[in-house]
């Protein structure tokens, strides 16, 4: 239906900021329908992962294909969830405002949303469990409420891979429950959904997927094969500390 | 009157209304600064403008006005990019090196001794009055022109300025937005040059936009009030300096746009100084009347056996055990606090002698009931959820147990009633087992 059951393709993808490598050739194919959880150390570039697919960073080489085509042509199969951080909340505007947002790359440039959008927008806010709140101002809500706007805003996009980042950080419990809710929600719909997340202790039972990172890619495959302790010690371990010097010693070259 | 003033007049509103409108987008989009630069680094294309053409024609000197602003802009962007200067210190450099360009130059054409030059020292400080039909005119064109690009990209700049990385996700040529807006502004700049002076049109951009944030939470509200405030800034500016001998408009004009500010700052709803204040000064309240009554509440509890509802009016209690001994500190506004809570019939005072005792009447047991629960719902959800250590609770939730939501209360209910930690004086049946019925 999209071209192709392969739906995030990435190869050899580097992006260095300010000249100092971030990621370095990382290579994955990811079929669709599975729920993905990226984890890796700090510093393992994994927001910087999700913005190198979504073109927010140029890559220093690489490139990546959505469903078998260039990520360009298919911008609109892929949702995303910024960090809550990277906005400024006290900006003049409520809730179901935000979620509609996401249907502008449907509407185009200049066309103004209407009926149709604000209708979508409340669903997908209470899909969200936020109806209730669709009129409060942004920095009224609490840090779960917010995030879960943001989740509405990406559901509002309708698309078929979903790259999130830290949906899960510091939000409450029930927050937690209902994000996770809806993750697998969306997998059920044979969605893709890439998730950046920092609790070891849940991926095995949330994720069907996981990609390991720190820098390079460390390994990618289901829960079960992957998610091991040898391959955490890969990621986490010692070892990997050489790489981080390395990039260190090259942007001090330059 | 002077003929001219209505044309002084219409210019000014005009560029108040644009640059206010614009400027809603550059304080939400953090380019509040970049303005001050632009408004100053447009000084030395003005005079090189007037030496090449020779003439006080103001569309020449505005071309001049843009190419210098616009070199201002790229020069704070080379120097950000390429040393590791950041960009506070890149926008203090761009704007004092280009500004003491246009002094210099302003200087040079006034010894020249170049027949009209004397007009050109108004692009300092702003002179409304010197604005002729002709110039009116093309503000007037181009403030529509603003207007219009602003109505038309509302949702793109939105998107820009609350969060531009999602535009580009969704493919939205966020760059060249981002470019559209800036020379949206430039041009706002340039064209307030003449009327307001270089020195103060940042104020132009700035305030009116800070002063609509105070009244309305929605972006198309604050668009429109941004640009009204500019306006009769403008217009306000204007009048006065037609009264005077000459008075410089820019400064009249940002006079009258603080003025509204400081209206806004004060007194506008939810936001406003008194607004606050009063909403301080309520929860303050609040929080002490609920504290004595958990005071009371739990020194009735001391004395009562077991669990269950009071049959009978409660034993009295001495006050000073709740509001302290009569050299403790907050003892005299404890004392006011349980005053009013005893003309309100939640608390009984009797005199004994030389000792005044308090009781909780029914209406107070029940209110004192409610705020004891959620107290205590609040510590046990701290301390299971939140992994506090007991005795650190209390402090914590003293203060939040008052914000707590009747949908987060009802959660931590059943944990409540698990633990057997309830309040354990009843002002009746049991709200629980109404629920359970």
Redesign the interface.
Same mark, same amino acid.
């Given at each position: 239906m999209h071209g192709s059951e392969i739906a995030i393709e990435v190869h050899d993808l580097s992006v260095a900021y300010h000249k100092r490598p971030v990621i370095w050739g990382i290579d994955f194919e990811l079929p669709s329908g599975h729920l993905v959880a990226v984890v890796g150390p700090n510093g393992a570039g994994k927001s910087t992962l999700l913005k190198g697919i979504l073109g927010l960073v140029p890559p220093t080489s690489g490139w990546v294909k959505i469903h078998g085509q260039p990520y360009h042509k298919q911008r609109r199969l892929v949702g995303y969830v910024p960090q809550r951080e990277s906005v400024d909340w006290d900006f003049p505007t409520n809730a179901l405002d935000v979620v509609m947002m996401g249907r502008y790359g449907h509407l185009g440039l200049l066309r103004r949303p209407g009926k149709k959008e604000r209708a979508i927008a409340w669903e997908c806010l209470e899909r969200v469990g936020m109806a209730d709140f669709a009129h409060r101002q942004i920095s009224q809500l609490s840090g779960g409420q917010q995030q879960r706007v943001f989740l509405a805003r990406a559901l509002a996009q309708d698309a078929q891979v979903y790259l999130m980042d830290e949906p899960l950080a510091g939000v409450d419990a029930a927050t937690e429950a209902a994000i996770l809710q809806l993750l697998s929600d969306l997998r059920r719909e044979g969605k893709t959904v890439v998730v950046v997340h920092h609790d070891l202790q849940t991926v095995a039972d949330y994720f069907d997927w996981v990609l390991l990172l720190n820098m390079r890619l460390v390994a990618i495959g289901p829960t079960q094969e992957v998610f091991t302790a040898e391959n955490l010690q890969k990621t986490y371990g010692g070892r990997l500390t050489l790489l981080a010097d390395a990039a260190h010693a090259l942007s001090l070259s330059r | 009157m002077d003929p001219n003033f209505l044309w002084v007049l219409s210019g000014s509103v005009l560029l108040g209304t644009s640059s206010g409108a614009i400027g809603a987008f550059a304080v939400?989009r953090k380019r509040s600064l970049l303005g001050d630069v632009l408004a100053h680094a447009a000084l030395p294309g003005v005079c090189l403008a007037f030496m090449l053409t020779g003439a006080k024609e103001l569309f020449p000197l505005l071309v001049g006005a843009a190419l210098t602003g616009y070199l201002g802009v790229k020069c704070i962007d080379a120097i950000t990019r390429w040393s590791r200067i950041k960009e506070d210190t890149a926008l203090g450099i761009v704007l004092t090196v280009f500004f003491g360009i246009g002094v210099m130059l302003l200087t040079a054409i006034q010894h020249s001794g170049a027949g009209n030059q004397a007009g050109l020292d108004t692009f300092l400080f702003g002179q409304a009055a010197s604005l002729v039909g002709r110039d009116v005119v093309v503000i007037a064109v181009a403030a529509t022109m603003l207007l219009l690009a602003v109505a038309? #990209? #509302?949702?793109?700049f939105?998107?820009l300025?609350?969060?531009r990385?999602? @535009?580009?996700?969704? @493919? #939205?040529p966020m760059r060249q937005i981002d470019n559209l807006l800036m020379a949206l502004i430039v041009m706002a700049v340039i064209l307030g040059l003449q009327a307001v002076g270089v020195v103060l049109m940042a104020a132009m951009l700035i305030t009116p936009a800070v002063a609509a /944030?105070y009244w309305?939470? /929605?972006?198309d509200?604050?668009v429109l009030l941004s640009a009204l405030f500019g306006g009769l800034s403008g217009m306000a500016g204007a009048v006065v300096s037609a009264l005077g001998p000459r008075l410089p408009t820019g400064p009249l004009i940002v006079l009258a746009a603080t003025g509204i500010f400081l209206i806004s700052l004060v007194a506008a709803p939810r936001r406003g100084l008194v607004a606050k204040t009063l909403r301080y000064l309520g929860t303050r309240r609040k929080v002490a009347r609920e504290n004595l009554l958990r005071d009371v509440y739990e020194q009735h509890e001391l004395s009562f056996d077991g669990t269950g509802v009071a049959s009978d009016a409660l034993q009295g209690i001495e006050l000073d055990r709740v509001i302290g001994e009569s050299s403790s500190p907050g003892r005299r506004s404890r004392l006011r606090v349980a005053q009013a809570l005893a003309k309100e019939g939640l608390l009984r005072l009797e005199l004994t002698g030389e000792t005044w005792i308090c009781s909780l009447t029914p209406r107070g047991l029940q209110a004192a009931w409610d705020v004891v629960r959620r107290h205590r719902l609040w510590e046990l959800y701290l301390t299971h959820?939140a992994d506090l250590k007991a005795d650190h609770v209390d402090r914590d939730a003293d203060d939040i147990e008052h914000f707590l939501t009747p949908d987060l209360v009802a959660?931590l209910e059943r944990l409540l009633e698990e633990h057997h930690q309830g309040p354990r004086i009843w002002p009746s049946v049991h709200p629980l087992d109404e629920l359970r019925r």
């Open positions: - | 939400l038309l #990209f #509302f949702k793109e939105k998107l300025c609350f969060d990385g999602f @535009g580009e996700g969704l @493919g #939205f /944030r309305t939470e /929605r972006l509200v604050m959820k959660r």
